[in-house]
């Protein structure tokens, strides 16, 4: 069940938004302080991968960002609503824009995006389907120690 979740219109200035959101939640989760600027940059760079997205192929559905708490984890899922292929993709993955065709400025950003996305995250996921994408990434929580 989601923490919290953001869904927010395809505009380049509520990536910001979602960033510190992302922080602030994962600081509550228990997130290591040393990895937080890790996520907001992961969570930057998968927010603005999907509104290039939805930009560039003329969608006005929002941009979904879940944030899910767990025991010993912490996960984001961004997600867009670009149609793909209906098969699951992995990193470096299929673009959902290039249709099998020749590669366009596009896509080799989708492809850089997603780089930096996993050199940021070691736990990541990118699944596709033909009602949208999404991008799941996870980091390790230390639980909160309680005062007697």
């Given amino acids: 069940m989601p923490t919290v979740e953001l ?3 395809a505009q380049p200035e509520h990536v910001r938004t979602a960033r510190l959101v992302a ?3 994962a600081r509550r989760a228990g997130v290591d302080e040393a990895v937080l600027d890790e996520v907001r940059l992961a969570v930057g760079e998968a927010c603005s991968r999907a509104v290039g997205l939805h930009r560039s192929h003329d969608i006005t559905a929002p941009v979904t ?3 899910i708490e767990e025991e010993k984890a ?3 899922e961004v997600g867009d609503a670009v149609p793909g292929p209906g098969d699951n993709t992995s990193l470096p993955g299929r673009f959902r824009g290039a249709g099998g065709g020749p590669e366009t400025d596009a896509d080799s950003e989708d492809e850089m995006g997603l780089a930096v996305i996993s050199g940021l ?4 996921e990118v699944r596709s389907a033909t009602d949208g994408g999404v991008i ?3 980091w390790p929580t230390t639980p909160a120690v309680v005062a007697p």
């Fill in 74 to 76: 912490f996960s984001i």
């Fill in 121 to 124: 995250v070691d736990d990541v």
């Fill in 23 to 25: 922080a602030a939640v």
């Fill in 65 to 67: 960002v879940v944030l």
């Fill in 136 to 138: 799941r990434m996870s």
């Fill in 7 to 9: 869904r927010f219109s």
